[in-house]
């Protein structure tokens, strides 16, 4: 299972931008998808979380400029930023805990990430 993330870039403050995320591999299920994101100097953070019944979850920084969905169809699960600000410049990584199956049969649950997305927001 893979995971590839797309979408960021560089905005001025008030800009938006929309991240993507597909999972592919031999999938049976997504259970929770999320994004998480990181600055420089700082730990790793959660931004956003949906699960598989569609309950989304926001960290405070974020609430109401940020929104989560997903896409179970396609395996994908995307963050529309908006109201961006200075602070929200990090690495953006998505996350999904997946049921998948294995290659000698059977299925396997585990945690899977992507690699990775600059988001930079200038003032």
């Known amino acids: 299972v893979q995971l590839q993330a797309s979408g960021g870039g560089s905005v001025q403050t008030g800009g938006s931008l929309r991240l993507s995320c597909t999972a592919s591999?031999?999938?049976?299920?997504?259970?929770?998808m999320a994004w998480y994101r990181q600055a420089a100097g700082k730990l790793r953070e959660l931004v956003a979380d949906?699960?598989?019944?569609?309950?989304?979850n926001y960290a405070d920084s974020v609430k109401g400029r940020f929104t989560i969905s997903r896409d179970d169809a396609k395996n994908m699960v995307f963050l529309q930023m908006d109201s961006l600000k200075p602070e929200d410049t990090a690495v953006y990584y998505c996350?999904?805990?997946?049921?998948?199956?294995?290659?000698?049969?059977?299925?396997?649950?585990?945690?899977?990430w992507g690699q990775g997305t600059q988001v930079t927001v200038s003032s």
């Open positions: 996350n999904a805990e997946v049921n998948y199956v294995a290659k000698y049969g059977g299925v396997h649950r585990d945690d899977f």
């Open positions: 591999g031999s999938i049976f299920s997504i259970n929770k």
């Open positions: 949906v699960t598989s019944d569609g309950e989304s």
